[in-house]
């Protein structure tokens, strides 16, 4: 392959699986013919990783048997990446939060609303590959699949195919999350490929990693991160997650995994997502019957209304869970605070039964203020 990668091409990519940077040349592609399956780090049910010799008049790469191959893998951890990461400049957000603090459900409700949606904001939300985000889009079923109601609860697992990818290092295999990615693009033309992670929130917990702990190194090339917090998960047990406890954790393994010093305070924004809004805000004056759109030539985030609602979200807060305040003000400059819902509980019309219904409720702002953010230190807003 050529030693000068084409202009069109980023300058060095991140794998979002094992964080491995490499420039585009040394990308490795997956074999199709079946003659050629089995690798000896992805697995034996995975076509052969190669580094391409040959080529067809679109640039994609033809194996040792003729097939044209066009999906690519990352040459350390073999485990396949978009092809768009190659072309895009790359955004990477974690989304953390305490165990049944709604994440799922938040991320199933703002990918759908961004699907609908997103142009309201000025921009595009289209998945890179569509096969790659096959879990995101179980989580936009699991909401909003036939009939309204909620089909069945949301609940990231902490081990498991579908969540997870597996490889071979030597005699050890490392498991890791499945990034989720989407492409978004503004009116103004800039245009980025989103790279989200959603571990189990078990996996958070203090004294729950051991020695090797590939599930959440992902923390280590977070630009953003994104904390739920439900603010009616009250601690009231030995069973119920201290929430604070699992901020102070995750910020605590962004440091050691991005090699941040002990005393700094982190260099990366944080949105806490407040959930289960439909059952609190009204009563604290908080509105956010509106999505905070601003017009204009190109239309965008409201940053004024976000920081108006930000500010009386951090009182409330800073009131019922006074814990949460003093970890933040210990470890992070950077915060917002952006209430919202995935759903909402309400009396079926027909059965008259009460159930669970999604309402996607500013549940996109975090997702997006999180983008806006990393955008503005990157110098392209």
Same mark, same amino acid.
């Given at each position: 392959m050529n030693t000068t990668a084409p202009s069109s091409l980023v300058g060095q990519v991140q794998c979002p699986s094992c964080s491995h940077t490499f420039r585009p040349e040394n990308i490795r592609f997956i074999a199709e013919h079946v003659s050629l399956q089995g690798d000896r780090i992805a697995g034996p049910l995975e076509g052969l990783r190669f580094r391409a010799s040959r080529f067809d008049l679109d640039g994609n790469a033809i194996d040792m048997d003729g097939r044209v191959c066009t999906r690519v893998a990352c040459p350390s951890c073999h485990i396949e990446m978009p092809r768009a990461l190659l072309e895009s400049p790359t955004c990477f957000i974690s989304i953390v939060g305490a165990p049944g603090s709604g994440k799922s459900c938040l991320l199933g409700a703002a990918s759908w609303s961004l699907r609908k949606s997103a142009g309201q904001y000025g921009c595009s939300w289209v998945d890179v590959e569509p096969r790659l985000n096959s879990l995101l889009h179980g989580y936009e079923s699991g909401l909003f699949g036939a009939g309204?109601?909620?089909?069945?609860?949301?609940?990231?697992e902490v081990s498991g195919g579908d969540w997870y990818n597996q490889i071979k290092v030597g005699t050890r295999v490392d498991i890791?999350?499945?990034?989720?990615f989407f492409r978004i693009a503004r009116q103004s033309g800039a245009s980025s490929v989103i790279v989200m992670y959603d571990n189990a929130g078990?996996?958070?917990?203090?004294?729950?990693?051991?020695?090797e702990p590939p599930h959440t190194?992902?923390?280590?090339?977070?630009?953003?991160?994104?904390?739920v917090f439900d603010p009616t998960m009250v601690h009231s047990s030995d069973n119920s997650p201290r929430q604070e406890l699992i901020l102070i954790e995750t910020v605590a393994r962004i440091r050691r995994f991005a090699g941040v010093g002990q005393n700094s305070k982190l260099g990366i924004p944080v949105i806490i997502a407040l959930t289960k809004a439909d059952l609190w805000a009204g009563k604290v004056g908080i509105d956010i019957t509106h999505p905070?759109?601003?017009?204009?030539?190109?239309?965008?985030?409201?940053?004024?209304?976000?920081? !108006?609602?930000?500010?009386?979200a951090? *009182? +409330? %807060?800073?009131?019922?869970?006074? !814990?949460?305040?003093?970890?933040?003000? *210990? +470890? %992070?400059?950077?915060?917002?605070?952006?209430?919202?819902?995935?759903?909402?509980?309400?009396?079926?019309?027909?059965?008259?039964?009460?159930?669970?219904?999604?309402?996607?409720?500013?549940?996109?702002?975090?997702?997006?203020?999180?983008?806006?953010?990393?955008?503005?230190?990157?110098?392209?807003?």
């Open positions: 309204g109601a909620m089909r069945k609860p949301l609940k990231t890791m999350p499945k990034p989720m078990e996996h958070f917990l203090p004294l729950v990693e051991n020695a190194r992902h923390l280590g090339q977070a630009q953003a991160l994104l904390f905070p759109v601003k017009p204009g030539k190109f239309v965008d985030l409201d940053r004024t209304k976000i920081d !108006e609602v930000s500010a009386a951090h *009182a +409330f %807060v800073g009131r019922l869970f006074p !814990e949460l305040m003093q970890s933040l003000t *210990a +470890f %992070v400059d950077n915060v917002h605070w952006v209430p919202c819902s995935a759903m909402k509980n309400a009396i079926n019309s027909k059965s008259g039964v009460e159930e669970i219904q999604p309402l996607a409720t500013w549940s996109e702002v975090p997702l997006l203020l999180a983008f806006d953010e990393i955008a503005r230190r990157q110098g392209r807003k």
